[in-house]
């Protein structure tokens, strides 16, 4: 039986339609299940794995049925009555949810390996490469390889526009015409490794000095190749909409489709605008652009000190800490008041780590403006942000056209372990703020088709797909991580299988490395979607 899930605040807008060209779909669906040995389901014979008795969502959009799951050889081959069946492992999934695989379109898990917390929250693939930081492109496809056979879930990379820019040691604003050239080589390179498309940190070092014209002609490399446009951008805060702007003007300038990062008003003079941010994605969505946007949820985010101090501090501190002292207290006075005070920065590295700016200041009879230039510096921590409202953050969770992404990982903000769960439990069960269907839609549907992982026949339980499974006991899905226990595990995340195996069981990590490294050129078009959604 579900949980008694309340959809009566969930009146909002349609969430966008899969459609499927039914023809290709009989075609790949014939092979595929003829590879697994057979021309279609056979529900007498034996399977690797049988899910049975679960309430099954397909995908963001298909009501749930009660039905079984045949999977061999990593792959769903049988959906239907399979009580004939046999199978080396039966999961009785009776009372639990049948999900596909949660997808985590913003990660920084780039590192590889296990990702334990990753798969304990039912993440079977990672989206790396984030906020302008990537591997190093020549190095790419050598790092891609590397960490076949080591990952815990699957792994899709892009391109980090500030690691182009520092390869071809550009940190000012204008590139020379050999650095831009060299720079789109790589992203043509980085693309062909397979990459997913362009990242931006627009807000850090050296990405900020970046014109808006730099970052369309290197996004125009990346669409060539179908690749998205994914970005940290320029402001979250009182200058948000102009940053809005700006990334809607790339993808619409460069033929990308866009994928803005951690979507969020952040600060006092950005509170209550997110209605007028969606406003705009609406409208250039209306005008034909692709566009998408990820969250975290939660109402603080987490970055480094240097987001309160002024960009032209970054090249040269001590310039800016003598001689310029009295523009740079003015810069970080503006900055702190902009995300609501020394009273809502609270450190998590540095000299003065678990304590509020503001305290400390108060202890060393200083200002935290001083505090910050004196005794933390640039670079001299890591600090949570205190800077959202609860109003912005429930308008974008229930806008249709934002999915899931935890800007994790992370030992010191709840969101590396509880993401995805918070979503379900959370903003789904208690808050009654979306319907199990659309936390599917969020945390994997949406996703699968913004990364084109869909067309690799991922993000969606039907015959044919890789088994990316989770399994969700309705009524205890929940994250219990907290910013004072950042890292602590779940509840109601049962079974994760990642390509057939089993790496989560019971709730508990098996061990096992059953991701795979997903290159974009493996999705050649074997899904056709007909319609954008609204």
């Known amino acids: 039986m579900l949980a008694a899930w309340d959809f009566s605040i969930n009146k909002g807008a349609p969430m966008p339609s899969l459609k499927f060209v039914s023809l290709i779909y009989f075609f790949c669906m014939t092979a595929l299940l003829c590879s697994c040995g057979g021309t279609a389901p056979q529900f007498d014979q034996s399977y690797d794995i049988i899910i049975a008795d679960g309430t099954v969502y397909a995908d963001g959009e298909t009501p749930p049925s009660t039905l079984d799951v045949g999977i061999s050889d990593g792959r769903i081959v049988a959906i239907g009555e399979l009580n004939k069946a046999t199978a080396e492992k039966i999961v009785n999934a009776s009372g639990l949810l049948v999900v596909p695989g949660f997808i985590d379109a913003h990660s920084h ?69 050999g650095q831009m050239q060299r720079m789109k080589e790589m992203v043509a390179e980085g693309m062909r490794a397979g990459a997913f498309g362009l990242s ?24 060539e190749y179908d690749g998205l446009y994914a970005t940290h951008m320029r402001s979250e805060n009182s200058e ?13 300038e460069s033929g990308a489709r866009v994928q803005i ?102 202890e060393l009879g200083k200002t935290p403006v001083d505090t910050i230039i004196e005794d933390i510096g640039l670079d001299g921590a890591r600090a949570i942000y205190h800077m959202m409202q609860d109003v912005d953050v429930n308008t974008f969770m229930t806008h249709p056209r934002v999915m899931t992404g935890s800007d994790g990982p992370s030992s010191t903000h709840p969101r590396g372990h509880g993401s995805f769960p918070r979503v379900w439990g959370v903003y789904g069960r208690e808050r009654g703020l979306l319907s199990q269907q659309q936390c599917v839609m969020k945390t994997s549907t949406l996703a699968a088709r913004q990364f084109r992982l869909i067309e690799q026949l991922r993000g969606r339980i039907a015959e044919g797909y890789h088994a990316d499974i989770v399994l969700i006991d309705p009524h205890e899905i929940i994250d219990h991580a907290s910013f004072d226990e950042p890292v602590a595990a779940p509840s109601g995340i049962e079974y994760v299988l990642v390509n057939g195996r089993i790496a989560v069981s019971e709730g508990n990590y098996t061990g096992a490395l059953p991701g795979k490294v997903l290159r974009s050129y493996d999705s050649e078009s074997t899904v056709v979607f007909t319609g954008q959604g609204d």
């Not at 003598?322 to 523009?327: F, L, T, V």
């Open 240 to 252: 948000v909409l102009d940053a809005v702007r700006e990334a809607l003007q790339i993808g619409r």
């Open 261 to 362: 990062s951690h979507v969020k008003c952040a600060g006092p003079l950005a509170w209550d605008l997110s209605t007028e941010y969606l406003g705009l994605v609406e409208q250039a969505a209306r005008e034909g652009l692709d566009v998408w946007m990820d969250q975290y949820p939660y109402t603080a985010s987490q970055t480094t000190i240097n987001a309160v101090i002024p960009d032209w501090a970054e090249a040269d501190w001590k310039e800016a800490a003598g001689s310029r002292r009295q523009e740079l207290e003015e810069g970080i006075r503006k900055l702190l008041a902009g995300r609501g005070g020394a009273e809502r920065v609270y450190m998590v590295s540095g000299p003065f780590p678990k304590r509020y700016l503001n305290d400390v200041a108060e």
């Open 200 to 223: 931006t940190g627009l807000i850090y070092n050296p990405g900020f000095n970046a014109t808006t014209d730099e970052v369309i002609e290197l996004a125009s490399v990346a669409a």
């Open 109 to 177: 898990a780039d590192r590889g390996g296990s990702l334990e917390e990753y798969l304990l929250q039912g993440v079977t693939t990672v989206i790396v490469g984030n906020c302008g930081r990537s591997a190093s492109v020549p190095e790419m496809a050598e790092h891609y390889d590397s960490l076949e056979g080591e990952m815990g879930p699957n792994y899709a990379g892009l391109i980090g526009h500030g690691t182009l820019r520092a390869s071809v040691e550009l940190f000012g604003t204008e590139p020379t015409t």
